[in-house]
């Protein structure tokens, strides 16, 4: 398994403004964002529908849900097992650029 350190070279990410790395109990393991209450439950609930996407796509992996906000920061939430991984776009980030570039980062780490 990955480690946090790993995790947090997603800031790195071109488009990435902030991520979040929650574990399903809560606990924030890795992150950038300054107000991780806010944003940890919502992180962990829309992971848990995608887990159950995945499970109605036959356990398809990197099945990921874009909250569109209207300040254009969406949120882009991941399911990785017990964890799940919330990456907050920059405004003027192209949103399937960034998919695609976070997927690429996660199939190379996991």
């Known amino acids: 398994m990955a480690t946090a350190k790993d995790f947090s070279k997603i800031g790195e990410i071109e488009g990435v403004a902030n991520f979040l ?11 950038n964002f300054d107000d991780t209450v806010s944003i940890s ?17 036959s356990n398809r992996r990197y099945i990921y849900f874009c909250v569109e906000r ?21 405004q003027q980030a192209d949103p399937a ?5 976070i997927v690429r980062f996660l199939k190379a780490l996991l």
């Open 97 to 101: 650029l960034l998919s695609d570039s």
């Open 41 to 57: 439950s919502t992180i962990i609930n829309t992971g848990k529908i995608c887990d159950s996407f995945s499970e109605d796509l």
């Open 21 to 31: 790395l929650v574990r399903d109990d809560g606990q924030v393991v890795s992150g």
């Open 70 to 90: 209207t300040n254009g920061e969406n949120i882009f939430v991941f399911s990785l097992g017990r964890y799940f991984l919330g990456v907050i776009k920059h």
